[in-house]
């Protein structure tokens, strides 16, 4: 069986994925939602393929030849998206952020709830292999215990990037966190376990920033199982892109890519992997094709993923305390 898959939008991420499904053998790309018609035939000419354009969304998820979703689109419209492709049996590919408040995201869920369909929350970094790296390391018990889990988003989205078009703007970038420091969020929760409660802070760059929101953020976690946890997200800042990952457990540390553990126990000092970082600049760590490879199999076999809609919702669900932190000057228990 062929899984076939219709992709809402025609930016960066869209483009990656159409690469990433036309590459699999069980997978292809049946349609493109856009009403930049001239646009997706310029792609699908560059890509060498064959697909459907639709102007109309819930004409494409109502089409019987449609099995899955990309959903690629403004993260306005995302919710809505996700609901519509619930209600027709669509699996569905979700990018982050899956909305930009407490009621969309409900609304999304209760329709998952109703209409079970697979589901992926594109928070591909659980993809790259220093993250692989890292996640088995912690379940060989390398670390033990994670108490304390730093990790930082540093990545200046500036106007060389098309999406800094809208996701400078409160109402479609909606903050730091929600708008790109959610990958570092997701890192807490992924490598030290989920967040209790919530304190974070805000602050402005420069004066004449294109944002429309303070586009630095801080946060400090109070984690279920007792630890630490601290994000920061900035995306005007005079840096390469860096996303720094220190954790200490009561076994071992990782900063990045180095370790130090109980299991090596004639280290000295950190012992190097060599690996691809986050941020190392390769193709490969946002690997798409991994994602949608795993996602097919999830489809074809009723697997479990990595990160499913009710995975990244806990995510979402802090990066929204979070905001609502900064706002209020508080602390926000997660429940």
């Not at 569905?92 to 930009?100: F, N, R, S, T, Y």
Request: proline residues 4%.
């Amino acid at each position: 069986m062929t899984i076939k898959f219709v992709v809402a939008g025609t930016g960066w991420a869209a483009v990656e994925y159409l690469k990433a499904i036309n590459k699999q053998d069980d997978s292809e790309v049946y349609g493109i939602v856009t009403q930049d018609t001239n646009r997706a035939k310029s792609l699908l000419e560059q890509l060498g393929i064959e697909a459907r354009i639709f102007t109309d969304y819930e004409e494409a998820v109502k089409d019987a030849s449609a099995d899955a979703v990309v959903l690629c689109s403004t993260p306005d419209v995302r919710p809505e998206q996700a609901i519509l492709a619930a209600q027709y049996g669509k699996h569905m590919v979700i990018e982050k952020p899956m909305a930009m408040d407490r009621v969309s995201l409900e609304k999304m869920a209760k329709a998952i709830q109703n209409n079970p369909v697979h589901t992926v929350v594109s928070f591909v970094l659980r993809w790259n292999p220093s993250f692989e790296t890292t996640k088995a390391l912690i379940e060989n018990d390398a670390l033990g215990r994670i108490y304390m889990a730093q990790i930082d988003y540093w990545h200046f989205v500036g106007p060389q990037y098309g999406q800094h078009r809208w996701s400078s703007k409160k109402r479609l970038g909606g903050s730091s966190m929600l708008s790109a420091g959610c990958h570092a969020v997701d890192a807490v929760r992924y490598f030290a376990g989920e967040i209790s409660e919530v304190s974070a802070y805000s602050c402005a760059t420069w004066k004449n920033s294109e944002y429309e929101f303070d586009p630095n953020a801080i946060a400090i976690f109070q984690l279920k199982n007792g630890g630490l946890g601290k994000v920061s997200s900035s995306l005007e800042c005079k840096t390469p892109y860096k996303f720094n990952i220190h954790l200490l457990g009561e076994k071992g540390a990782i900063m990045d890519n180095k370790l130090y553990s109980h299991i090596l126990p004639g280290q000295t000092d950190y012992a190097v992997i060599p690996t691809i970082l986050p941020d190392s600049g390769d193709v490969s760590h946002h690997p798409f094709s991994m994602e949608i490879d795993e996602f097919v199999q999830a489809i074809l076999y009723d697997k479990a993923i990595r990160c499913d809609f009710f995975d990244g919702y806990k995510t979402m669900e802090a990066c929204i305390a979070i905001d609502e932190s900064i706002a209020s000057g508080r602390g926000v228990v997660i429940s």
